[in-house]
């Protein structure tokens, strides 16, 4: 009864370790998003003030950057650290690849937001620039698929 016990535990850590990479990158997705959409609000605002054209496609795209990085956790969750969870003796090293990959991909995803706010902020002012933000989002962007790739091959 108590081996049972100490699997089912095991089992179940293992699943939050797992939940744990996505909900982190989650979070850090929904930071990166905030900034970043607090900002396309904003330039809008100027563009509406000055009755300037308000790009919107491009301060969508901007916005929007940083959710890539929760499919990144979702597929780190699934293709590896669910299949990890299910041996219970593996719990301690699904919560720490959980902790240390959605702690990784959230941070980039935060950070893509702080990038994308300041590219929203920059194109809606000057009408210019739009590749160059995207090459700077792509790079961060980078980080999190490095992330994603390491773990689901070496963990």
Avoid: H
């Avoid at 563009?47 to 790009?55: D, E, H, I, V, Y």
């Avoid at 929760?70 to 719990?91: D, W």
């Amino acid at each position: 009864m108590e081996q049972a016990a100490a699997d089912a535990m095991g089992l179940a850590l293992g699943k939050i370790g797992a939940a744990l990479a996505l909900a982190i990158s989650a979070l850090g997705s929904c930071l990166g998003i905030g900034a970043a959409g607090q900002a396309a609000v904003g330039a809008w605002k100027k563009c509406f003030a000055q009755n300037k054209p308000a790009p919107f496609v491009q301060l969508v795209v901007c916005v929007g950057a940083p959710i890539t990085q929760t499919f990144y956790s979702l597929i780190v969750m699934t293709v590896k650290l669910l299949p990890m969870a299910a041996t219970a003796a593996n719990y301690p090293a699904t919560i720490a690849w959980g902790l240390l990959g959605g702690s990784a991909i959230g941070l980039s995803a935060w950070m893509q937001g702080l990038i994308a706010a300041a590219a929203a902020d920059a194109f809606a002012e000057t009408g210019q620039g739009f590749t160059n933000y995207l090459l700077a989002l792509g790079i961060i962007e980078s980080v999190a698929i490095f992330v994603m790739v390491f773990i689901v091959v070496f963990a």
